[in-house]
């Protein structure tokens, strides 16, 4: 075996190392990972190290031998840095400084000792070099043992640290050859030597080509994990979803049972007026039958009450429904038209006037039945702060106006206002500032809104009452 042998293997391994590089290049191409970044450097730097060295009989030995042993020991703790950024909360942490000062204390160290030693690589430089290498990998095969206790599957860890272990065993035959005085040239054609070198150097492509297995094993780990994770999310929207419809329903039936006094008072009004027009035309029928002209007036009055009635239960009707939840476009100021109209009975018992300023051709895309839900809340919650209020003339003021592609509907009381600093907490899920509140009115018409991708704020005016502020997209 020739000296021509060794230096093949040490160029082999060289080109290995490149295609390591290469290949964990390929792999994390464009992505922000700085384990993969930190290897790939790593093989990089043995690369150029092994073919140099490979070459040092015809090159000075301060680059073929002190720089090319500071960038192997360089390279080495760069693995060690590598993978302790596999550790989740050790991902962005600095270099230790460590990874710096090994190599370049080993550079100057040996420059020294060639130095004083008539410019050659003597058995105790070898030595010295060979204990470094050693010494990172223990690095190497510590940082192997903390980072596998993060993940459920050791195997490729194990397999790892293993191979770490080989290496720094050989690197101790290696120490044990040179101080033994059996092979101190590392060019040497003894043969534990050349079976020593070719144990590192095949140990060390195998090292390379495990952290490349472990990182596409935990790839399809993290892969898997996210599928999971992504069910599991979807079966919590599915949940939380059919949360919101219960609550929906809940809170439309919570906002009409509070109309329900006012509603009934405003049927029975025109239904008792339809039996009074009914009972005098049928009075008159028996007196005067001739009189056509009252008679006809009786039954114009007559419609008219059941119409208004007939609308009344319209409205109430689609506020009750909950069958068709599709978006569509909605006429702005008919929409709050019809539950002003709903709310009638309520205002005039509380001694409220409400006034829409409203242009007639805003549209907005929203689900009408949720859409007039949170319109039914909002002037409920208005009704309710101004019976509290002890105010002499009770007013809510609807006014909508678009600015560029957004429609800005603003409904406003005279009250009170809001307590200071509950401006945004009043929209948290059982959060409520009545006492027999259940907490969900405000956050879920947050929550249609939103669906809607919209937004709704509320604050105080210059005046002292509230104001709530619904931004929507302009259909």
Request: with cysteine; charged share 15%; aromatic share 8%.
């Amino acid at each position: 075996m020739t000296p021509f042998t060794i230096q093949t293997i040490f160029l082999f391994y060289s080109a290995l190392s490149f295609l390591s590089a290469a290949l964990i290049g390929a792999l994390f191409w464009k992505r922000k990972d700085r384990s993969a970044k930190l290897w790939l450097w790593g093989c990089l730097l043995t690369s150029i190290a092994t073919a140099i060295t490979a070459h040092r009989n015809n090159i000075p030995l301060t680059i073929s031998y002190s720089l090319m042993v500071s960038f192997e020991a360089l390279s080495i703790l760069l693995f060690s840095e590598s993978l302790k950024r596999l550790a989740v909360s050790q991902a962005e942490v600095k270099l230790s400084l460590l990874t710096f000062i090994i190599p370049s204390t080993l550079f100057l160290v040996i420059e020294f000792a060639r130095q004083i030693g008539g410019g050659e690589i003597t058995p105790a430089i070898s030595a010295l070099t060979m204990s470094t290498f050693a010494i990172a990998n223990v690095f190497c095969l510590y940082q192997t043992v903390q980072v596998k206790k993060e993940f459920e599957n050791e195997i490729f860890f194990n397999f790892l640290g293993i191979v770490f272990g080989v290496v720094i065993a050989l690197y101790l035959v290696r120490i044990f050859i040179i101080a033994s005085g059996y092979s101190s040239h590392s060019f040497d054609i003894q043969t534990l030597n050349v079976i020593t070198w070719f144990g590192l150097l095949l140990f060390g492509a195998i090292r390379n080509l495990a952290y490349i297995v472990l990182r596409l094993h935990m790839g399809f780990t993290e892969h898997t994990r996210l599928n999971s994770m992504n069910l599991r999310l979807s079966d919590v929207l599915d949940e939380r979803n059919e949360m919101i419809l219960s609550l929906q329903k809940l809170n439309r039936s919570a906002s009409i049972n509070a109309l329900a006094s006012t509603i009934s008072h405003e049927i029975n009004q025109p239904l008792g007026a339809s039996r009074l027009n009914a009972q005098f035309a049928e009075m008159k029928l028996e007196s005067d039958p001739g009189n056509v002209s009252l008679l006809k007036e009786l039954i114009k009055s007559i419609l008219e009450d059941i119409n208004r009635a007939s609308t009344i239960v319209k409205n109430l009707s689609r506020l009750s429904s909950n069958q068709n939840n599709s978006v569509a476009h909605v006429n702005l100021a008919e929409s709050i038209n019809q539950v002003i109209e709903i709310s009638k009975g309520k205002l005039r018992s509380s001694k409220t006037t409400i006034e829409l300023n409203c242009a007639s051709h805003y549209q907005i895309n929203v689900n009408v039945s949720e859409w007039q839900q949170v319109l039914i809340n909002l002037i409920n919650n208005a009704i309710d702060a101004l019976d509290e209020a002890d105010i002499g003339h009770k007013k809510i003021e609807i006014c909508a106006k678009q600015e560029g592609k957004t429609i800005k509907i603003s409904i406003q009381d005279n009250g009170h206002g809001i307590a200071a600093g509950q401006e945004t907490k009043i929209f948290d899920l059982m959060v409520s500032n009545k006492e027999a509140g259940s907490g969900i009115g405000l956050w879920l018409s947050k929550t249609i809104i939103n669906r809607f991708g919209g937004e709704i704020s509320a604050h105080n005016t210059s005046d002292g009452g509230a104001c709530f502020v619904i931004e929507l997209p302009k259909a």
